[in-house]
């Protein structure tokens, strides 16, 4: 027996397909481009300018207000309508003409609403952000150009979810996967380059342009033809106010409330303990963030497969599927939070200045503590949600508000070692005691 099919039946007995695997190439890129990121951070960027860096993107992630969560909408909507249709040679789809009716109608109502909310967004984010970083005096010069230029930025790479979303909820899954990939890697490359450069903060808008070259240029040279002939075909059958609303602003709440939870800490801490404390939890959040989105990205990568499982109601093929791959999830990232962890407390004995840049070992811990928790939460929440269902809603706004009063609280009081203990013992008791009772409850009652 050859050595390349027992090397494709372990990797598959692991879950590890080539969706998985280029998502997991993107994330592994990361983590190995994370300590390179981390030392030119340190030695181009002053303590403060590190806050400014991360700061700027917890920022620009407000702008999940302003899209609403849409773009996971769209690939559970496209891939229910797409368990009907079949591609083409041409790099069309053909099959019912009802459902792929369906289909245009949601990708021009998508791109309509993507048009204003990229608009809203690069204002909200001109005018709020500039405001946040001018009330705060700081010895940091220049930061104004960047910021604007990111902000702009922002918003263009904003217009290309529906895009991206649409091709992956078709089931183009790896090509989406393997450009992210490539996203990944142009944007460090344009970061590192700028840094070296001397060129501080304007390594932000530098990493967002080339996301947005990147895909952009995928999009139209791989995909012009797929998108021209959806706009082209006429049909409808879809209402937005009857289908796609009811679950979409559920979806939005839900991911308003992940913003609080999750990117509240850095502008917190810049503006109570200073630049240089949320330059510290941003760091840290990277790399404790990188190993996450390694680990469930083993579920991420078959959300359109569920949707069409479901769509099929062939619920025993979708437990198959979904229970072995939230396990292995959950083990990867605990294996990461080991190593993250081990690795911090080495630096910190060798009195190394890296351990400077990140959280001490005891708000560092508490943070993996919870990003594991986490795990298995995102699974329930990805589950439900193939669906087309949010009854996660209550759950996620208990706990957005939670984090956010703690972080707004025990922040100012204790610093980062406040924040994650609330983080922690919201997200085991709100997040995953009452995701766990709504998932069990959900699924007896849709499966019945």
């Given at each position: 027996?050859?050595?390349?099919p027992?090397?494709e039946r372990t990797?598959?007995?692991?879950?590890?397909?080539?969706?998985v695997?280029?998502?997991v190439?993107?994330?592994?890129w990361?983590?190995?481009?994370?300590?390179?990121s981390?030392?030119?951070?340190?030695a181009h960027l002053?303590?403060?300018?590190q806050?400014?860096y991360?700061?700027?993107a917890s920022?620009?992630?407000f702008?999940?207000?302003f899209?609403?969560?849409?773009?996971m909408v769209?690939?559970?909507?496209?891939s229910?309508?797409?368990?009907?249709?079949?591609?083409?040679?041409?790099?069309?789809?053909?099959?019912?003409?009802?459902?792929?009716g369906r289909?245009?109608?949601?990708?021009r109502?998508?791109l309509?609403?993507?048009?204003?909310a990229?608009?809203?967004?690069?204002?909200a984010?001109l005018?709020g952000?500039?405001?946040?970083?001018?009330y705060k005096?700081t010895?940091?010069?220049?930061w104004?150009?960047?910021w604007?230029a990111l902000a702009?930025?922002?918003g263009?790479?904003l217009?290309l979810?529906?895009?991206?979303s649409?091709?992956?909820?078709?089931?183009l899954?790896?090509d989406?996967?393997r450009?992210?990939t490539?996203?990944?890697?142009a944007?460090?490359l344009?970061?590192?380059t700028?840094l070296?450069a001397?060129?501080?903060?304007w390594?932000?808008?530098?990493?967002m342009?080339?996301s947005?070259?990147?895909?952009?240029?995928?999009v139209?040279?791989?995909?012009?033809?797929?998108f021209?002939?959806?706009?082209?075909?006429r049909g409808?059958?879809i209402?937005?106010r009857?289908?796609?609303w009811p679950?979409?602003?559920r979806?939005?709440v839900?991911w308003?409330s992940s913003?609080f939870?999750?990117?509240?800490f850095?502008?917190?801490?810049?503006?109570?303990?200073?630049?240089a404390?949320?330059g510290?939890?941003?760091?840290?959040l990277?790399?404790?963030?990188a190993?996450?989105f390694?680990?469930?990205s083993?579920?991420?990568?078959?959300?359109p497969r569920?949707?069409?499982?479901?769509a099929?109601?062939?619920?025993?093929?979708?437990?198959a599927h979904f229970?072995?791959?939230?396990?292995?999830?959950?083990?990867?990232m605990?294996?990461?939070a080991?190593?993250?962890l081990?690795?911090?407390?080495?630096?910190?004995?060798?009195g190394h200045?890296w351990s400077?840049?990140?959280?001490?070992?005891?708000?560092?811990a508490?943070?993996l503590a919870t990003?594991l928790?986490?795990t298995?939460?995102?699974?329930?929440?990805?589950y439900?949600?193939?669906?087309?269902q949010?009854?996660?809603?209550?759950?996620?706004?208990a706990?957005?508000t939670a984090?956010a009063?703690c972080?707004?609280?025990?922040?100012?009081?204790?610093?980062?070692?406040?924040?994650?203990l609330g983080?922690?013992?919201?997200t085991?008791?709100?997040?995953?005691?009452?995701g766990t009772?709504?998932?069990?409850r959900?699924?007896l009652?849709?499966?019945?």
């Open positions: 027996m050859s050595e390349t027992f090397i990797l598959s007995g692991l879950g590890i397909d080539r969706a695997g280029w998502t190439a993107a994330r592994v990361s983590i190995v481009a994370g300590p390179v981390l030392i030119l951070i340190a002053s303590a403060e300018e806050g400014f991360y700061t700027f920022i620009v992630a702008q999940v207000m899209e609403l969560g849409l773009g769209i690939v559970q909507f496209a229910h309508e797409k368990a009907f249709l079949e591609w083409r040679s041409d790099g069309t789809l053909g099959g019912s003409e009802v459902e792929k289909l245009a109608a949601l990708l109502k998508t309509q609403w993507y048009a204003v990229t608009t809203l967004a690069a204002a984010l005018i952000g500039t405001l946040f970083f001018a005096p010895t940091v010069e220049g104004a150009s960047p604007i702009i930025l922002a263009g790479t217009f979810t529906p895009f991206l649409m091709l992956e909820g078709c089931g899954v790896i989406v996967a450009v992210r490539w996203q990944v890697i944007s460090n344009a970061g590192w700028v070296l001397g060129g501080t903060l390594a932000s808008p530098a990493i342009g080339a947005l070259i990147v895909g952009g240029a995928w139209l040279w791989m995909h012009r033809r797929f021209s002939d959806l706009l082209r075909t409808g059958g209402s937005w009857e289908e796609v679950f979409q602003w979806i939005a839900s308003i913003y939870t999750f990117h509240l850095i502008p917190v801490l810049f503006n109570s303990q200073g630049p404390a949320a510290r939890m941003g760091m840290s990277t790399l404790a963030s190993v996450f390694v680990s469930t083993l579920l991420t990568t078959k959300v569920f949707g069409e499982l479901i099929r109601r062939d619920f025993a093929e979708l437990d229970f072995p791959a939230m396990w292995r999830s959950f083990g990867v605990a294996l990461g080991i190593a993250l081990g690795g911090t407390l080495v630096l910190g004995a060798i200045r400077e840049r990140l959280l001490e070992p005891l708000p560092f508490l943070l990003m928790a986490n298995i939460f995102f699974a329930q929440a990805v439900l949600r193939a669906h087309k949010e009854p996660l809603l209550g759950i996620f706004i706990s957005g984090v009063a972080a707004l609280i025990l922040g100012r009081l204790y610093g980062a070692t406040g924040m994650m983080y922690f013992i919201t085991l008791v709100v997040s995953l005691g009452g009772w709504v998932f069990l959900k699924r009652e849709w499966h019945a």
